[in-house]
């Protein structure tokens, strides 16, 4: 359960790069557990399935027709191929090698959004809209920072 808020926490406060690499440590994470499943059937499918569904949100998140969509599209097809190869053949190497495949592409996301966060304090930006609500007898007030940082009812 820890785990869980601990995520949701992670997701909510992430900025976008931050948010595709934690998706990358979602995946880099499943595919060592299908390593340790390998003799389980059912656990062991789980974790591919699992596997299957982040590279097919990485695939569906892909834009156009541009060098680096294409580059991006090849790599996760290919990803894709090495779990299912390892499905079939129970062959922890597949899975070895789709987590050497993975690893740069979410060291590299990690930096940066790392950067971005970085980039981001150092102008002293905050959030660009702050809401907040209030409860009383039977109704509620909510309100929002404007321009000005100012909170004005919403």
């Given at each position: 359960?820890?785990?869980?808020e601990?995520?949701a926490s992670?997701?909510?406060t992430?900025?976008?790069?931050?948010?595709?690499?934690i998706l990358?440590?979602?995946l880099?994470?499943t595919?060592?557990?299908s390593i340790d499943y390998?003799?389980?059937?059912?656990?062991?499918n789980?974790?591919i399935n699992k596997?299957?569904d982040?590279i097919?949100?990485?695939?569906?998140?892909l834009?156009?027709?541009?060098?680096?969509?294409?580059?991006?599209?090849s790599?996760?097809?290919?990803?894709?191929k090495l779990?299912?190869?390892?499905?079939?053949?129970?062959?922890k190497?597949?899975l070895e090698?789709?987590?050497?495949?993975?690893t740069?592409?979410y060291?590299?996301w990690?930096e940066l959004?790392?950067?971005?966060?970085?980039?981001n304090?150092?102008?002293?930006?905050g959030?660009r809209?702050?809401a907040g609500?209030t409860?009383?007898?039977?109704y509620?007030?909510?309100?929002?920072?404007?321009s000005?940082?100012?909170w004005?009812k919403g």
């Open positions: 359960m820890i785990e869980k601990y995520l992670r997701v909510a992430a900025n976008e790069a931050q948010l595709v690499a990358y440590e979602g880099i994470d595919l060592k557990e390998i003799g389980d059937k059912q656990n062991f789980k974790s596997c299957r982040i097919a949100e990485f695939i569906a998140t834009k156009g027709d541009s060098e680096i969509a294409n580059n991006y599209r790599l996760y097809l290919y990803i894709n779990i299912t190869d390892a499905d079939i053949k129970k062959d190497t597949k090698e789709a987590i050497k495949i993975v740069p592409l060291e590299g990690n959004g790392e950067k971005m966060y970085r980039e304090i150092d102008k002293n930006k959030p809209v702050v609500m409860y009383g007898k039977g509620i007030n909510d309100y929002v920072v404007n000005e940082n100012r004005e």
